[in-house]
């Protein structure tokens, strides 16, 4: 079956393109980023801390059922412009990855419909593409389609 999020990797490069498009009207899109009980919903993470304005902290994290810390997040916002743009770097705690940034800009398409953008920047070509070998696509896949799912209950 083929991923509707669409995953850009050019090879020797240390970025990459996630793009999707949803069934939704961009300021519903938007909120799915914005909104720390609708970021609970479609990630099924707990949201720490969101501090939706420039050089405002996030802190995102993820129990086991035996109550064992098994995601944490973390990162700055750097822009955050409402149905247009977020800019903020994402840390993901205990692992080897490092810091990344990531752009995340939102598009009406029309009324109905609107396009997310995620620019996504490494340290290293190599940090990169460990990151690629992990279920990375289907995991955003998943995510983006929760959006789909619980936002469209919204409209």
């Known amino acids: 079956m083929e991923l509707k999020t669409k995953v ?27 909104e720390p009980e609708l970021i609970e919903q479609w990630m099924g993470t707990k949201v720490l801390k969101l501090e939706n304005k420039k ?5 995102f994290e993820t129990k086991d059922p035996k ?5 944490q997040a973390s990162g700055v916002i750097h822009e955050f412009s409402p149905n247009r743009k977020i800019t903020r770097t994402f840390e993901m705690a205990n692992t080897p990855f490092g810091v990344q940034l990531e752009i ?15 620019h996504v920047i490494y ?32 409209k």
């Open 8 to 34: 850009n990797a050019e090879d020797g490069k240390q970025d990459l393109v996630i793009t999707r498009e949803f069934d939704l009207p961009l300021e519903l899109l938007f909120r799915a980023y914005a």
């Open 123 to 154: 340290e290293s070509v190599a940090q990169r593409d460990e990151v690629l070998k992990l279920p990375f696509a289907q995991g955003i896949n998943w995510a983006h389609n929760r959006i789909q799912e619980i936002l469209s209950t919204l």
């Open 104 to 118: 995340t800009e939102f598009e009406k398409l029309t009324d109905e419909t609107s396009k997310v953008s995620m």
């Open 67 to 71: 109550g064992n810390v098994a995601f």
């Open 55 to 59: 050089y405002g902290g996030w802190q």
